[in-house]
């Protein structure tokens, strides 16, 4: 997938402007991943976690209030209803936000990140 402006934003902007939504609701550990080199689904996964299924509920739609600030919208939301992995499609960037127990189980960092370096639990800042 060719790296491209998404309303004036570059899919690594979009990615950053997720993550720090997320950190906004307190989100554990927010990571950006870069898969362009493996995969043409996306460019970038924000990856992230809430401690509740409200919390991430409320970390999902603080990333779809930013993104629409930017006259963005993602396009599908999948996992609202059981809140337990909310993924939300923005085309060039796949946000992901977790149970602690299902980030754990599906691991996503180790399939598409192998050399990448877990941040500790609870990131503060961006």
């Known amino acids: 997938m060719a790296a491209r ?17 997320a950190v906004e609701k307190k989100a554990w550990d927010p990571v950006v991943i ?6 043409s689904i996306a460019d970038y996964f924000v990856i992230c976690e809430g ?3 409200r919390q991430v509920r409320a970390i999902a739609d603080g990333m779809v209030e ?3 600030a930017k006259q963005l919208r ?4 999948d996992g609202q209803t059981d ?11 796949l946000a ?11 691991d996503l960092e180790s ?10 639990k609870r990131a503060a800042e961006g």
């Open 66 to 68: 930013a993104a629409k």
């Open 51 to 53: 401690e509740t299924d």
């Open 83 to 93: 809140a337990t992995w909310i993924l939300l499609d923005f085309d060039s960037v």
């Open 5 to 21: 402006k998404e309303r004036g934003l570059t899919p690594l902007q979009l990615a950053r402007l997720l993550r720090g939504a």
């Open 34 to 39: 870069d898969v362009r080199e493996q995969t």
């Open 74 to 77: 993602p396009l599908a939301i």
């Open 96 to 106: 992901h936000v977790f149970l602690p127990g299902e980030r754990s189980y599906y």
């Open 111 to 120: 399939l598409w990140a192998p050399a990448a370096k877990r941040r500790g």
